[in-house]
Each structure stands twice: as structure tokens, then as C-alpha cells.
């Protein structure tokens, strides 16, 4: 996975299958899609995307291949990694399992993973914090995409 995942809420009904449609989501969604104050909105993981995947990792049957991942488009450049959807569907279900899922418990699943990489047990602290604010960022991403019935596109990207 890149280190950059942006995600965006479109309407279901404007949702197409075209890469440079999609792609187009990313630049200049409001000529793109019919926009409506309040509804679209974008959610970005930074830097560190790859280890927000851990913390879902152990969370089944969803895990990081719903939260973080979905049905590949791929590019016509097929170097560069494949553009993300989630149904509406597929994103309630989403919405459905953050809301659900115990932190506490996905953070102690990951916690053995991740620390080495963010400062070691010293650093637990901050390191939870900021996993955990990316959590409650995606549930609140999901829920309200989830409310709008509307479809997800994920665009993972370098930094």
C-alpha cells in the first residue's frame, strides 16, 4: 500500500467504472459529480496508512481489505496502483464495523507490531493517540458516507 490514501464519498448513482472518471474525483470533483453542500467529503491517511492497515488486521471479516482497500480499477498506467470502490453497500457495512469495533482491543491486537516503529513503549502513548484519532476520523468518514448512501473511491498515492 502507498503512504497517502485519500478516500471520497460520491453518490452511488454518479459512481462510474471509468479510471479517468475516478481519477477526476480527485481534481475537480465539483465539475465532476453533482455537488450537494455538506455531502462530499474526503478523508486522507497519511503517512501512516500502511500501519492504520494493522490495526485492522486482526479485526475479521472486515479487516484492512474493506476499511483500507476495495475493488481495484486499475489505470491505464498499469504502474501505478489501482483506484479503490466500495459500494454503498459494501460502505455501510464499513460504517457498521467501526462503529462496532472495540479500539482498545484492536489497538492491543497491533500494539506488539507497531510501537517498534513509533518510539517503543515510551512512546505508546502518543502512538495510540494518533492511531486512535485516525479511527475515530474513518468512523466518522464512514457513518456519515454510510447516512448519505453513498459509494466510496479510494486513491492510494506517494507521498
Known amino acids: 500500500m502507498s503512504a497517502y490514501l485519500r478516500l471520497r464519498a460520491v453518490p452511488a448513482p454518479a459512481l462510474r467504472n471509468s479510471p479517468a472518471w475516478l481519477e477526476r474525483l480527485f481534481t475537480n470533483a465539483p465539475e465532476t459529480v453533482p455537488h450537494r453542500a455538506g455531502r462530499h467529503r474526503e478523508e486522507v491517511l497519511d503517512t501512516r496508512c500502511p500501519d492504520q492497515e494493522r490495526i485492522y488486521a486482526g ?15 486499475f489505470r ?8 479503490l470502490v466500495l459500494t454503498a453497500a459494501r460502505t455501510r457495512g464499513v ?18 507490531m507497531l510501537l517498534p516503529r513509533f518510539g517503543g513503549e515510551g512512546a505508546e ?12 476520523e474513518l468512523t466518522a468518514f464512514y457513518v456519515h458516507t454510510a447516512e448519505h448512501g453513498d459509494a ?3 486513491w492510494p498515492t506517494e507521498p
Do not use: M, N
Not at 491505464?76 to 483506484?83: K, V
Not at 460504517?95 to 506488539?112: E, K, N, S
Open 95 to 112: 460504517a457498521g464495523f467501526l462503529t462496532a469495533a472495540d479500539f482498545d482491543a484492536l489497538w492491543d491486537t497491533a500494539r506488539d
Open 152 to 154: 466510496v473511491v479510494k
Open 125 to 136: 502513548p502518543e502512538a495510540r493517540r494518533v492511531f486512535a484519532e485516525a479511527h475515530q
Open 76 to 83: 491505464t498506467g498499469r504502474h501505478e496502483p489501482p483506484l
Open 59 to 73: 479485526a475479521s471479516p472486515h479487516g484492512p481489505d474493506v476499511v483500507l482497500g476495495g475493488r481495484p480499477v
